[in-house]
């Protein structure tokens, strides 16, 4: 590990997402400013990359990639607390990003609509830079440090997005199925509906990243909340709406939320059933042979 990585004591703190978002809102000077600030985090972040790439991560200092940027190492710990931080630059303004999202989402929109919202604004934040999110993958599949810093940038998304759903929940008069005010069971289904929307993104960006970064990716994303939605919560709390979505799977978009109910939970004193069908098999054929089946299995 690099010994340069921690910063001298006299260093000033580096600038945190709150000062950039209050710069950009006290006049042109201070915009200005923060956008100098916001192009010197990129120029170290890339200068970074383009050394670790070529000499390798563990062989390059803070001093060099200071001086691979043109500014004193002084400089780079007023951005970056280390390098493996520089790797990183824009996952602090976007916590805050999404923080502020599940803040001032409306009460009647429903929740993990809200919270796949927020990830998606992760999501755009590697697909504004493209090459350089590919560049990034690239390396960190080969740096273990890398790898954990990623993990603990992605821990911090899903305690926000669970501490947003169980407040939410505790504040709805009513619950979706299988949550209760207070129950025990709150902060597990909470944890998990957080982590199953961290993970979809996860999977999707990766899949875009491994392609070169081709492709909608947004478009992939939407597709994976549509099916975390209708295995999770196929029917939203009451009151709660759809904001700019697609219902949940089985819901015709005529008769409102209420519609949106999976065949999974349609009827908790039901039984399964299973049908097995060919792939090439018209929709029509497939259709029929559950309307047979099920007509079978009432009449016995």
């Known amino acids: 590990m690099d010994r340069q990585t ?8 580096a600038a945190g997402p709150d000062q950039s978002r209050a710069g950009t809102e006290s006049g042109p000077g201070s915009r ?23 000499q390798g991560y563990e062989e390059t200092t803070v001093d060099q990639i200071a001086a691979a940027a043109g500014v004193a190492r002084r400089t780079f710990f007023r951005y970056f607390r280390s ?26 929109e429903h929740p993990l609509d809200v919270v796949c919202r927020g990830i998606k604004e992760v999501l755009r934040m590697y697909a504004s830079t493209p090459e350089m999110s590919v560049a990034r993958y690239q390396l960190i599949r080969q740096v273990p440090a890398l790898r954990e810093r990623e993990i ?15 407040g939410r929940f505790d504040a ?4 979706p199925p299988g949550w209760q005010r207070g129950g025990d069971d709150d902060s597990m289904l909470a944890e998990v509906s957080a982590a199953a929307v961290v993970a979809a993104h996860n999977h999707v960006l990766r899949r875009w990243l491994r392609a070169g ?18 295995t999770f919560w196929p029917t939203p ?6 904001r700019g979505a697609a219902l949940a799977p089985g819901a015709s978009g005529e008769g409102g939320e209420a519609e949106a109910v999976s065949a999974l939970s349609a009827s908790p004193g039901g039984e399964v059933l299973i049908t097995v069908a060919r792939t090439d098999a018209p929709l029509e054929a497939v259709v029929d042979s559950i309307r047979a089946a099920l007509s079978g299995r009432t009449s016995a």
């Open 32 to 54: 200005r400013a923060a956008a100098q600030r916001l192009q010197m985090r990129q120029d170290l972040t890339a200068a970074a990359m383009e050394l670790f790439a070529t």
């Open 213 to 230: 970064g081709h492709g909608d990716v947004e478009a992939q994303l939407d597709h994976s909340f549509g099916v975390i939605r209708g």
């Open 237 to 242: 709390p009451s009151g709660a709406r759809r």
């Open 83 to 108: 390098k493996e931080e520089a790797i990183f630059p824009d996952h602090d303004d976007t916590l805050v990003r999404v923080a502020d999202l599940l803040a001032s989402a409306d009460a009647e």
């Open 6 to 13: 921690s910063p001298p004591p006299p260093q000033p703190p």
């Open 172 to 175: 709805a008069e009513q619950t």
């Open 152 to 166: 603990a940038v992605v821990s911090r998304y899903e305690r926000l997005f669970t501490r947003y759903l169980l």
